[in-house]
């Protein structure tokens, strides 16, 4: 069976939607239309605009970058400064969540989360206060 990765990327979304209204009382909004997040986190009274990202692979490796389809020009590029504030990034083989903030990142169209020690992006695990 072929991995259908949109598929897998709106069950984060959701599963990250839920666990910010949920378990942490955060109002989550969804934008009409077309942007640079998928959702919108208020924490502390301020908005958050949330990119969320998955991987199926286990390994750590997530792509964070956006992309053209086969037929567009512009191909691979990072989200663009002050589009988003935080990529939330759900490893879904081990269940965990980083909540990296944007600035953190750089332009950087993929990163490493580190599995067997602690690594740059090790204090962003679990970090539902939206910590920058």
Not at 56 to 59: A, C, L, N, P
Not at 121 to 126: E, I, P, R
């Given at each position: 069976m072929a991995?259908?990765?949109v598929h897998q990327g709106e069950r984060s979304e959701m599963i990250f939607a839920q666990r910010c209204f949920c378990e942490h009382n955060y109002m989550v909004s969804?934008?009409?239309g077309t942007a640079e997040y998928d959702l919108v986190v208020e924490v502390d009274k301020?908005?958050?605009r949330v990119q969320v990202k998955s991987s199926?692979?286990?390994?750590g490796n997530v792509n964070i970058c956006k992309g053209t389809s086969g037929t567009g020009t512009r191909g691979k590029y990072p989200y663009p400064k002050n589009a988003i504030d935080f990529f939330a990034v759900h490893d879904v083989v081990h269940n965990d969540w980083?909540?990296?903030p944007r600035k953190a990142t750089g332009?950087?169209?993929n990163l490493r989360i580190?599995?067997?020690r602690p690594g740059k992006?090790?204090?962003?695990?679990?970090n539902w206060s939206f910590s920058a």
């Open positions: 991995k259908n990765t969804n934008p009409m301020k908005l958050k199926i692979k286990g390994d980083y909540i990296i332009d950087a169209m580190a599995m067997k992006y090790t204090k962003y695990k679990d």
